[in-house]
């Protein structure tokens, strides 16, 4: 036995406890937002209740995304102002997260704030027209919602957003023109994000509803252009934002993570 073997055996063992504490948060934060939904639609699925859904999920995924931060304190150079990562294609959104996202805008939003973002929503169509915006780009496409480098629906955004997150400022600003540039996160934060996004959608679909994921600016755009009663279409199963949708993303990320557990020992079954 060489001298580096121990050293690696360590190493080894050290990934792959790391691992099963990602997926340990993945699964717990799964199975909270899956109980989350099912919860808030005892009395039926409605737009209340489709809104309540999202809005409990994100509140949860706060609590945990702040119980995450608070143990490992990782070094984020995320900052207000900073929105690099608000302006690429493809953020993509649950259904009740987009409805509560516009529950928001007619609430509190001025009739000129509305179209000002239908008139960026109609941009960021655009922008990407004749391609998917699943595809990277080099160039800037900044999201409907961000005025002057902030969010203005900061509050609502969603869970994507919240979990996304960099260690380099750097590297974001290199990613921001190279498509190709990589972006160090810490991950266990995505984990808590896209473990509720999975456990949103799964109750979504046990509900009989639809838990496809969309993209935010596209999805967007199509609602404003629609107009009043547009949320309530989609309560009733209206198809307006099937060109927005992504319905491989949670079966994709869902085979992923089983995949990473049945390599570290864990039946997410």
């Known amino acids: 036995m060489s001298q580096n073997e121990p050293a690696a055996h360590v190493s080894v063992d050290i990934e792959r406890i790391a691992y099963r504490k990602r997926i340990e948060v993945f699964r717990a934060c799964c199975n909270a937002a899956h109980a989350l939904t099912a919860d808030s639609f005892q009395t039926g699925i409605r737009l209340d209740t489709i809104v309540n859904a999202a809005t409990a999920i994100t509140q949860f995924a706060d609590g945990a995304l702040a119980t995450v931060m608070d143990e490992y304190r990782p070094p984020l150079h995320c900052r207000e102002g900073c929105s690099y990562c608000c302006c690429k294609p493809g953020v993509l959104t649950s259904i009740p997260e987009l409805l509560r996202i516009l529950d928001h805008v007619q609430s509190t939003f001025s009739a000129d704030g509305i179209a000002g973002l239908h008139e960026r929503a109609r941009r960021y169509a655009g922008l990407i027209a004749g391609r998917s915006f699943n595809d990277p780009v080099n160039e800037s496409v900044p999201c409907p919602l961000l005025v002057d480098g902030r969010c203005s ?34 991950s266990m934060l995505k984990d808590v994000t896209d473990g509720a996004t999975v456990g949103l959608a799964q109750g979504l679909k046990a509900a009989g509803f639809n838990d496809s994921l969309v993209d935010l600016g596209s999805a967007l755009n199509i609602a404003l252009a629609a107009g009043d009663g547009f949320s309530e279409a989609m309560i009733d199963g209206g198809e307006a934002l099937s060109p927005a949708e992504n319905s491989s993303m949670i079966i994709e990320l869902w085979d992923r993570v089983n995949e990473a557990a049945r390599q570290v020992g864990i039946d997410l079954k």
């Open 153 to 186: 629906a900061y509050d609502v955004r969603p869970l994507t957003c919240r979990g996304y997150n960099s260690m380099s400022v750097y590297a974001c600003q290199r990613a921001h023109e190279n498509r190709d540039a990589l972006i160090p996160i810490f």
